[in-house]
């Protein structure tokens, strides 16, 4: 099952930083096209640019050159203040560390992310419950983050990351903090999200990811570049 537009075309892109005379080239001639509802899996090693290209796609950090377009919008020129809230409205990330206010409860942490999009309050109460009963972390709406298991944290973000139910969905080594259980539970759920017809892009090195339960396009990335883009996973089964 597939769209056949492209959701996130990358054309060109390269990334560099500078720190004084030192330039690091982080992504190099990087072309990619996600199609919608496809579910990329950005496989490389520690330091090969996953969290870089993920960041640049989220609008959050912006290419040295080359183009990023999201559904048409070319999110790498836009200026700050619109793609911030072109990414409230498109794009759910979840990361690694969860970033979550450990203060703050599970219902309260799903909430943050909706205050810019300017609901009605019981809008608001509706879409935070029925992200949180999506991840499976509604019975602990109301438990500070900060008391949450690792797996029920990841569950918390993973409905922070679906409030606003957005078209795509970026992952950075979201199970690195996750045992197996709870690595497999997240699938599960990404397996859902699928099925829901959500863009994915899953950054990571976890061999979890080579078999997915459903279909998959592995996209392996060394040194800042992608090895083969139109690799299809073998492994899929759908
Ligand atoms: N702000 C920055 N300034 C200078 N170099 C940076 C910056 N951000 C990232 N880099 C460098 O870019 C390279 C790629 O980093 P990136 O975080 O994208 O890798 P990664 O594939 O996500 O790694 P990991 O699996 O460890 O998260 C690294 O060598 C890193 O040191
Ligand atoms: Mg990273």
Do not use: W
Request: net charge negative; aromatic share 4%.
């Amino acid at each position: 099952m597939m769209g056949d537009s492209a959701v996130i075309v990358i054309e060109e892109l390269n990334k560099h930083f500078r720190s004084g005379e030192a330039v690091t080239q982080v992504l190099r001639d990087i072309n990619l096209q996600i199609d919608a509802g496809e579910c990329i899996v950005l496989k490389g090693v520690s330091g090969s640019g996953k969290t870089t290209l993920l960041s640049i796609i989220a609008g959050m950090d912006r290419p040295s050159s080359g183009k990023v377009l999201v559904e048409g919008e070319p999110i790498s020129k836009l200026p700050d203040l619109h793609i911030s809230h072109f990414r409230a409205r498109k794009i759910g990330m979840i990361f690694q560390h969860f970033n979550l206010f450990e203060h703050l409860t599970a219902f309260e942490n799903v909430m943050i992310p909706l205050i810019p999009v300017g609901l009605k309050m019981d809008e608001v109460n509706q879409k935070v419950t029925s992200s949180l009963k999506l991840a499976n972390i509604y019975h602990k709406a109301q438990s500070p983050a900060g008391r949450l298991s690792g797996g029920e944290k990841q569950r918390v973000a993973i409905a922070r990351a679906l409030a606003s139910d957005p078209d795509i969905i970026l992952c950075d080594e979201p199970t690195a903090n996750l045992d197996r259980e709870n690595s497999l539970k997240f699938i599960e759920i990404l397996s859902q999200l699928h099925e829901m017809g959500k863009t994915i892009v899953v950054a990571t090195h976890d061999p979890l990811f080579d078999e997915l339960p459903f279909d998959s396009r592995m996209v392996p990335i060394e040194d800042g570049s992608l090895l083969d883009g139109r690799t299809e996973n073998p492994s899929a089964k759908s």
